[in-house]
């Protein structure tokens, strides 16, 4: 959970605030960020990639509880990838960096995840 908690704190987040301060729709709509709007940011950003990372943790109870094998994870990698991609979308702001920025631990997290249940 601290690893999720340090990815989203010192990589997401600057990363996605970078973003959002940068965007513009127009030149006579200027951005107002307050603190409020930036600490839920960083706060839903850190804890969303803190409770993503405990994949492995939430893979082997299943499988010692018989619900998911290593070879059912394999077969439907496919079917995770595009499930990861979503995900990623969801959590990270309409930035494609900071979305494959999270698409990359997570599917590392979900090989990481088949060798546990193995």
């Known amino acids: ?6 990815f989203g704190y010192f990589v997401l987040c600057p990363i996605s605030v970078n973003f959002l301060t940068g965007y513009t729709v127009s030149t006579e ?3 107002m960020i307050d603190v409020s709007s930036y600490i839920s940011l960083v706060a839903n950003m850190s804890i969303v990639c803190a409770v993503v990372f405990e994949l492995p943790v939430a ?5 010692k509880a018989g619900i998911v094998t290593a ?3 394999k077969k439907y990698r496919r079917h995770a990838i595009v499930i990861l991609a979503i995900g990623a979308a969801i959590i990270t702001p309409p930035d494609i ?4 920025l999270v698409i990359i ?8 995840s088949i060798k546990i249940a193995r």
């Open 105 to 112: 631990p997570l599917y590392l997290l979900y090989e990481l």
């Open 1 to 6: 959970m601290v690893i999720g908690l340090v």
């Open 97 to 100: 960096m900071s979305m494959v």
């Open 59 to 63: 893979v082997y109870f299943l499988s």
């Open 71 to 73: 070879q059912m994870m």
């Open 29 to 31: 709509i200027t951005n």
